[in-house]
């Protein structure tokens, strides 16, 4: 049991986008902007795409965007490309001092 | 460019204790946090603990906590996690991970991850 909720799998066609949520709690994703995604691709570690809701560590490309509304986080990435087939996982702060992740979703390029 | 080197994983049996390190280059590891992370075999992701850039605090999943300690060597920018009265459910791979330092939060969140050392608990 993960204690932010996402779906287990999307999917769309190349150049399609695909929006991934992320449902969490008024103790984490509601109370604070610090929620990040993280792409898992088979058999390797997980690369971080965006931290803080919405800003992008260096070298991830702008077609991965992240909001927030409520308890909700949301990740969509335009313009899929086949290189994005992978789980991602969304991953808030909780107080006190933890991190919690989502249970991941398996987003498949048609 | 930033590495996490982890180490130390092996078959172990249950109760027993093992210690994972992670050697680091590529950045001034005494400026920041550190995690571990561990995936448990066709799992999702799990956070386990985190270290500041100190070592003055220390968090721990409840999961771990009592069990599992993480510490760190500022002279040899290695990170360590001393694991205690292991259990099947701590099998795992285990990823150290560096802080996003661009993070707003006081906790940020991994940034740069190595490649995980496994850890299989049993008899």
């Known amino acids: 049991h993960s204690a932010l909720t996402q779906p287990r799998s999307v999917s769309g066609s190349p150049g399609q986008s695909v929006t991934i949520s992320c449902t969490g709690a008024?103790?984490?994703?509601?109370?604070?902007?610090?929620v990040s995604w993280y792409q898992q691709i088979s058999g390797k570690a997980p690369r971080l795409i965006i931290y803080?809701?919405?800003k992008w560590p260096s070298g991830v490309p702008p077609r991965f965007s992240g909001s927030k509304s409520g308890n909700t986080a949301s990740l969509t990435i335009s313009g899929l490309q086949s290189e994005d087939e992978a789980v991602y996982y969304c991953?808030?702060?909780?107080?006190?001092?933890?991190?919690?992740f989502g249970g991941g979703t398996k987003v498949t390029v048609l | 460019e930033v590495h996490l080197l982890e180490s130390g994983g092996t078959l172990v049996q249950p109760g027993k204790s093992l210690r994972l390190s992670c050697a680091t280059s590529?950045?001034?590891?005494?400026?920041?946090?550190m995690s571990w992370v561990r995936q448990a075999p066709g799992q999702g992701l799990e956070w386990v603990a985190t270290?500041?850039?100190?070592?003055?605090?220390?968090y721990y999943a409840d999961s771990v906590r009592g069990r599992f300690s993480v510490s760190r060597d500022n002279s040899r920018s290695t990170l360590f996690l001393q694991m205690n009265s292991l259990s099947v459910e701590d099998t795992a791979i285990y990823y150290c991970?560096?802080?996003?330092?661009?993070?707003?939060?006081?906790?940020?969140?991994?940034?740069?991850w190595g490649q995980g050392t496994l850890v299989t608990v049993s008899s």
């Open positions: 991970t560096r802080d996003e330092s661009q993070s707003a939060s006081d906790q940020p969140p991994p940034g740069s």
């Open positions: 590529g950045f001034l590891f005494s400026s920041h946090a």
């Open positions: 270290i500041t850039g100190t070592g003055t605090f220390k």
């Open positions: 008024g103790n984490n994703i509601g109370s604070y902007d610090f």
């Open positions: 803080d809701v919405y």
């Open positions: 991953c808030s702060y909780e107080a006190p001092n933890t991190l919690v």
